[in-house]
């Protein structure tokens, strides 16, 4: 069948009549299976009309094409959910065991977690019109439901299987958050990460210091396409999620199983931070009051100062955020730490006489310094640091994990130090460079990466130790959003090619280079009408559609084959 991500095993064999679904199944869902059984009744009952009333109810029930019998407790047909932990074993702790047969669809898995990926399974195994949002009203003949019947037994390879979006460059609203959420679920991804501050915006509201999103939300203008390009937007630009939006969004995630990663940076990366409250800059050296947001792309190099007082400020900065991200659904919280500029601080008598105080090794050993800070900070609280490979660089406590970003190096360092990682390597799997070397692409950014490259990707590097080697914790495609304006434009630049991504982290597949890429292409045609009914802008293989082109913008197309690092 056309699954996407490919299960572990699937015997569906083509010969065998198909189980017809009659018009109102039941759903019997057993224990620990309550969140995806709400789920299946909101989202497919949508799509299909069904009621799914429980397994017995009076009316429910209905006649099973080519068999009887009940599914659960006693109806004629339909879907059955239960646990089985013993499933665990064999196929991980998120894994699951879907049967089809004379009565129905059973769905075992050996976590809720295991139970909500079966019912994505079952989904795409109903076909394309299982995605919409409303049965058609009408008809003279009723719409008939079937599946493919036989067995599906799958797990997934990592347990991190995450997408970075950055909302920080280009706010995305919270109706399209949750629209990432549910695409991520249907490729079976379990973590978003929520780029939420950068110097070019701050996204979420802190009650304590309400000037972060009063001011610090948005910007007068922004550039249209790379740095180096002449065109602006002179629309002003931003936005933020208000703490119960956070809330909101946080649960739509956990109910489909997704941990979302929030990021705050320090030290660097925080222009729009010091635009709102001028004093957390480097006042010695800048007119911290007359900055604002920066309205362009790249690096600023307005950082934060190295001081008690900023702590102190951060430290109320995160105390909320922690509590707006429990722990169950966001054990780690990333702090950036990464591309932070020193020129400021080489130049600050404050920042020289601090480093001096510390005892630290120059402006680099600042910048260790606010993170250890941070690490040790969050791991009181019993949460998890994580920031990008640059935090290697002063040395971390070891709970703190790694976003290995600049290529392999950090996350291969990292792993042999004992710290778990999170492979994201830029040449491999950040989403905003470009697809196709074709002159119609719209603002090409970077090397080449075309959804082959991306299947090829291998989140676990053979110079690995095999203790190192399981310390990777899963990988995770990057989203930036600087020449990214809208939806449509990062559905363009994310699909296909994070279809290719969910099956390197999901399933089992052979070394790069064996990989069927061919047989991956030939599934998503399939796909491509799934992600065509959830309303995906993705790229066609032909190339961009009209609409989906931006001539004239100027972006940074690099050539050549990107290097393997």
Known sequence: MDLIP???????????PPY??????????????????RWLRRELGAATGWDLP?????????????????????????????????????????GYVLTVGDVGAELAGASPAGVFWAAQTLRQLLGPDAYRRAAPLGGAVPRVWSLPRGTVEDGPRFGWRGMLLDVARHFTPKGGVLRWLDLLAAHKLNVLHLHLTDDQGWRVEIKRHPRLTEVGAWRPRSRRGHRASPLWNDTPHGGFYTQDDIREI????AERHVRVVPEIDVPG??????????????????DTAALGVWDDWGISENVLAPTEAVLRFYEGVFEEVLELFPPDVSPFVHVGGDECPKAQWRASPAARQRIRELGVDGEDGLQSWF??????????????????????????????????????????????AGHDVVMCPEQHVYLDHRQAAGPEEPVPIGYVRTSQDVYRFEPVPPELSGAAARRVLGAQANVWTEVMEDQGRIDYQVFPRLAAFAEVVWSTLPAPAERDHAGFEARMAAHRRRLDVLGVEYRPPGGPLPWQRRPGVLGRPLEGAPPNV
């Open 6 to 16: 490919a299960p572990r095993t699937a015997d569906l064999p083509e010969d065998a």
């Open 250 to 253: 946080v649960a739509y995630a």
């Open 54 to 94: 429980p397994a017995g109810a009076d009316g429910g029930g209905a006649e099973a094409s080519g068999g009887s019998g009940g599914c659960g407790g006693g109806a004629a047909g339909g879907i059955r959910l239960r646990l089985d932990e013993g499933l665990a074993d064999r196929l991980g702790p998120e």
């Open 20 to 37: 017809v679904f009659g018009p109102r199944p039941a759903l019997d869902a057993g224990p620990g299976t309550e969140g995806t059984a």
């Open 269 to 286: 990366h925080s222009q729009a931070a010091i635009a709102a409250y001028p004093e957390l800059g480097n006042t010695d050296v800048v």
């Open 371 to 416: 993170v250890r800070h941070f690490d040790g900070w969050l791991a009181r609280r019993g949460r998890r640091l994580i920031g990008w490979d640059e935090i290697l660089e002063g040395g971390l406590a070891p709970g703190a994990a790694v976003s290995s970003w600049r290529g392999y190096a950090g996350g291969i360092a990292a792993a042999e």
